[in-house]
């Protein structure tokens, strides 16, 4: 039982490039989500999804996309990368899409936008 | 949508000492309440969580409280030792989505 897996760890890109953040978890939970952490900033919600093939946005979402085709896996696409979008992103599942409780949390990806 | 803040965003104690760090609510129907403790270059991990028909939860040195009346809820640190030094971060969840705090970095002296 691995928990939420995110790849990659870091990574680099250059203004206009794009990437795909995964995300996955093995725990048949319902409930997906991003965000993005920014000094001061706290952690902000970016998509979420409460199964497969739903999707909504949160806080800040634009410059993102997502899908859930399945339950484990939720990926989070920058199409057009922009510096704004350097940022530490963590992804988050909850067994429950409706009752809250046991939110877990993947290590993160830093993404370094140049 | 729901709005938290969060105060102060840096606490120093003394070991020994207790912490309390402090967070507003804007949605009424907000109904869970977790609070997150992050070390450096770590991710969020859940520490305590308060439900809205629960006034007060402790576990050891770990206490939250809520009053939905006001809109507010309180993390309080009792007997503070330098391994509690973070990061933490409170939320509220309404309507399927968990909403953050800026957080407050703890330090706590020797």
């Known amino acids: 039982n691995a928990g939420v897996t995110q790849t990659p760890k870091f990574q680099v890109l250059k203004t206009g490039q794009s990437m795909t953040l995964q995300c996955a978890q093995d725990?048949?939970?319902?409930?997906m989500s991003w965000y993005r952490q920014d000094p001061g900033m706290g952690l902000r919600l970016i998509h979420y999804?409460?199964?497969?093939?739903?999707?909504d946005q949160g806080e800040v979402p634009n410059g993102y996309n997502v899908s859930r085709s399945t339950t484990e896996d939720f990926p989070l696409r920058l199409l057009s990368a922009a510096p704004s979008q350097t940022s530490v992103y963590f992804c988050?599942?909850?067994?429950?899409?409706?009752?809250?409780?046991?939110?877990?949390f993947g290590s993160g990806t830093r993404l370094t936008v140049v | 949508g729901e709005n938290v803040e969060q105060h102060p965003s840096t606490l120093s104690v003394q070991e020994g000492d207790s912490a309390v760090i402090k967070c507003t609510y804007s949605?009424?129907?907000?109904?869970?309440f977790p609070w997150y403790k992050q070390e450096l270059g770590k991710r969020p991990q859940l520490i305590i969580d308060?439900?809205?028909?629960?006034g007060e939860k402790k576990d050891q040195r770990i206490a939250v409280t809520l009053n939905k009346t006001a809109k507010h809820f309180s993390l309080h640190i009792t007997e503070t030792q330098p391994e509690d030094s973070a990061v933490y971060f409170c939320?509220?969840?309404?309507?399927?989505?968990?909403?953050f705090g800026t957080g407050t970095r703890l330090l706590v002296s020797p």
């Open positions: 725990m048949n939970h319902e409930y």
């Open positions: 999804s409460v199964g497969a093939g739903i999707t």
């Open positions: 308060i439900r809205s028909n629960v």
């Open positions: 988050a599942s909850s067994p429950n899409r409706d009752r809250a409780y046991g939110y877990t």
């Open positions: 949605d009424s129907a907000s109904n869970y």
């Open positions: 939320a509220a969840r309404g309507f399927q989505k968990l909403v």
